[in-house]
C-alpha cells in the first residue's frame, strides 16, 4: 500500500471472507433439505435459509467492493481516505443491519419480496449506511491529486449501487408493479452498474499487475461502460415476460437480453488483450489468475449461461426453475466473487509487507473453487433440465419432481465439498498474512 489508510481495506475483506463462509453453510442446508434430510426445519425452515443464502451473498459481496474503494481510490486518487473513523463505523453498522436481517429471517419478520427480503426499517438504515460509505469516498476522490477513469468507473457503480436501491423501496399494492420496479433493483444491479464496478476494478488490477498502458485500458472501460449500459438496462426486460407487463416487452427483454454477452465477452478479450501486451512481470501471479480467471468465467457465466435461456420462447419453460440456479451460482462465481477474491490477492501482500505470492496452497484454493463451481453449475443445470421436461411439459406434480430430481443434489453437495475446500484454503491463507501494518508501506 502507498497510503496508511488503505488498512481500513482489510476489515472490509476479513468480513466480506467470514460471511461468504456462512453463506457457504447455508447453502449446504439447502442442499441437503432437497434431499429430503431437513433436520432443522424448525430451527431454520427452507425459505428462511433461502433468503439468508442469497442475502449473505449481497452482503459479503458489497463489503468486498467497499473495501476495494477503500483500497483503490486512495491510490488512484493519490491521497489519503478523508476519513477512517466514518469508515470503521460505516462497517461496523453494516454488519449490524446484516447480523439483524438474518435474525428478523429466522423470526419470520420480512418483506416477503424475493431477494429484497430486508424488513422495512433496516432498508433505512442500510440506505443512510450505504450514502455514509459514497461520501467517504467521494471527499476522498474531490480531494485528491488526480483523476482518473478507473476511480471514476468504480465510483460511479458504487454511486448507481446506491441510487437503484431506492425503487425496491417503493411500495405497490399491484404485484406486478411491485415486481416490475423489484427487478430494477436486482437487474440492474447484478447486470447493470455492478458490472460497472467489475469494470473499475478490474481495469486497476490490469493496470497494476501487467503494466500495460493506463490510458490503453481506460478506453477499454470506457467501451465496456458502453455495453453494459446498451444491453443491461434494456435487458431488464426478460424479467418482465410474464409479471404482466406489456407484451412489447417480449421483443425489448429479447433482444438486448441477447446482447448482454458483450459486456462480458468484451471484458474478458480485455483481461486476455492487456496480460499480453503487458511488459510487466510482477510477481503476484495468484492475483494475476484470479483477475484473468474472473473475466474469463463471467463471460461463461453470466454472458453464455444467461443467454442459453434469456429468449422468451425458452424463458417460457426455465424460469423459476433449477436452469436458472445454474446461471446464477456460476455468474456470480466469475463476474462478482472471484473478482473480489483478485483484489483481495492483490492487496494483501501490500498491506502486510509478506509475500506470499504463489503456494501450492493459492494454487489449490483457485483450482478447487473453479473445479468445484463447474459441477455444481452442471449439477444444477441437469436437475433443471430434467425439472422443466417433466414439470413443464410432461406436467408431472411439483413434489413428485422434486423427489425425481434429488440424485443431482447428491453430486451438487459433493462438488460443493470441492469448491468449499477451495473457499477454506482461501480464507486460511488470507488470515495467514497477518494485520496491515504502517511498515508495509511501498511505492509500487
Given amino acids: 500500500m502507498k497510503y496508511k489508510t488503505q488498512k481500513v481495506a482489510y476489515w472490509f475483506f476479513a468480513s466480506a471472507l467470514l460471511l461468504f463462509a456462512l453463506q457457504l453453510v447455508f447453502g449446504f442446508t439447502m442442499g441437503f433439505a432437497h434431499m429430503g434430510y431437513d433436520g432443522l426445519h424448525e430451527i431454520s425452515p427452507f425459505n428462511a435459509m433461502r433468503a439468508t443464502h442469497t442475502n449473505l451473498l449481497v452482503v459479503w459481496l458489497i463489503l468486498g467492493f467497499m473495501g476495494a474503494a477503500h483500497y483503490i481510490i486512495p491510490e488512484e486518487a493519490q491521497t ?13 453498522t453494516f454488519l449490524a443491519v446484516g447480523v439483524t436481517a438474518i435474525i428478523c429471517f429466522h ?23 450505504v450514502l455514509t460509505f459514497l461520501f467517504n469516498i467521494l471527499m476522498t476522490l474531490f480531494k485528491g491529486k488526480r483523476q482518473t477513469t478507473t476511480a471514476l468507473v468504480l465510483s460511479m457503480g458504487l454511486l448507481f449501487l446506491a441510487l437503484l436501491y431506492l425503487p425496491g423501496m417503493i411500495w405497490f399494492d399491484s404485484q406486478t408493479l411491485d415486481s416490475f420496479y423489484r427487478w430494477y433493483v436486482v437487474h440492474l444491479w447484478v447486470e447493470g452498474v455492478w458490472e460497472l464496478i467489475m469494470g473499475g476494478i478490474l481495469a486497476f488490477l490490469l493496470i497494476k499487475i501487467t503494466g500495460a498502458d493506463r ?21 431488464t426486460g426478460h424479467h418482465f415476460y410474464y409479471i404482466g407487463a406489456p407484451s412489447y416487452w417480449l421483443w425489448i427483454g429479447g433482444i438486448f437480453s441477447a446482447l448482454e454477452p458483450l459486456a462480458f465477452l468484451a471484458m474478458a478479450l480485455f483481461a486476455i488483450n492487456m496480460y499480453r501486451k503487458g511488459e510487466k512481470k510482477h ?8 483477475t484473468l480467471g474472473a473475466a474469463i468465467v463471467s463471460f461463461v457465466g453470466a454472458g453464455l449461461l444467461g443467454a442459453a435461456h434469456t429468449l422468451p420462447n425458452v424463458n ?17 462465481w466469475g463476474a462478482y466473487a472471484m473478482i473480489v477474491l483478485a483484489i483481495i490477492s492483490y492487496a494483501m ?4 509487507g509478506r509475500k506470499l505470492y504463489d503456494n501450492n496452497m493459492t494454487r489449490m484454493a483457485f483450482w478447487l473453487s473453479n473445479i468445484g463451481m463447474v459441477g455444481m453449475t452442471v449439477a444444477f443445470g441437469v436437475a433443471g433440465v430434467a425439472q422443466v421436461y417433466m414439470e413443464r411439459i410432461m406436467g408431472v406434480d411439483f413434489m413428485e ?7 443431482h443434489f447428491l453430486i451438487l453437495i459433493l462438488c460443493a465439498t470441492v469448491f468449499s475446500t477451495g473457499i477454506i484454503l482461501y480464507i486460511i491463507n488470507f488470515f495467514q498474512y497477518g494485520r496491515p501494518t504502517d511498515e508495509a508501506l511501498i511505492t509500487e
Avoid at 416477503?112 to 438504515?125: A, N, S, T, V, W
Avoid at 417460457?316 to 456470480?332: D, N, R
Fill in 80 to 92: 489519503e481516505l478523508y476519513s477512517v473513523k466514518l469508515a470503521y463505523i460505516q462497517l461496523i
Fill in 107 to 129: 423470526l419470520n419478520i420480512w418483506e416477503g419480496r424475493k431477494f429484497l427480503e430486508i424488513p422495512r426499517p433496516l432498508d433505512y438504515l442500510v440506505v443512510i449506511n
Fill in 215 to 235: 490510458e490503453v485500458i481506460e478506453k477499454w472501460l470506457y467501451v465496456i461502460v458502453g455495453l453494459t449500459f446498451l444491453s443491461g438496462i434494456l435487458g
Fill in 283 to 290: 510477481p503476484n501471479k495468484t492475483a494475476l489468475t484470479w
Fill in 316 to 332: 417460457l419453460y426455465t424460469h423459476g426453475t433449477l436452469v436458472t440456479a445454474s446461471h446464477a451460482h456460476m455468474a456470480f
Fill in 349 to 352: 501482500p501490500n498491506l502486510t
Fill in 401 to 407: 419432481t422434486q423427489l425425481e430430481i434429488q440424485p
